[in-house]
């Protein structure tokens, strides 16, 4: 059972940065497909970043590009989220998921880290 766990977030003020990371055990961590989505209060959990395992990034929200940058550590099975010129409409509570496949909706991950909140302040 492949398992997840997230580090990282936090409270910044607009234009600040931080790094979000996802530890992955468990499992052969070259086979998956690792993501980023994000859920803010009252919608609906949305995919910002993917990445896989060669390291190559296969989706970047258009609302991040730019500000955001996906990686992944193969020899650490660790997966990065980069942000940077946050923006107070990043808050939201983020997720790392991991899946066989490369999927854009959250009913297709299979396997997701425990979220870890992220506040920007104007």
């Known amino acids: 059972q492949l398992q997840l766990v997230q580090s990282g977030g936090g409270s910044v003020q607009a234009g600040g940065s931080l790094r979000l990371s996802c530890v992955v055990s468990?499992?052969?961590?070259?086979?998956?497909?690792m993501d980023w989505f994000r859920q803010a209060p009252g919608k609906e959990r949305e995919l910002i970043a993917q990445?896989?395992?060669?390291?190559?990034?296969?989706y970047l929200q258009d609302s991040v590009k730019g500000r955001f940058t996906i990686s992944r550590d193969n020899v650490k099975n660790t997966v990065y989220l980069q942000m940077n010129s946050l923006r107070p409409e990043d808050t939201a509570v983020y997720y790392c998921?991991?899946?066989?496949?490369?999927?854009?909706?959250?009913?297709?991950?299979?396997?997701w880290g425990q979220g870890t909140q992220v506040t920007v302040s104007s």
């Open positions: 998921g991991a899946d066989r496949s490369v999927s854009r909706t959250p009913n297709q991950i299979d396997y």
């Open positions: 468990g499992g052969t961590f070259t086979r998956y497909v």
């Open positions: 990445i896989i395992s060669s390291g190559a990034i296969t």
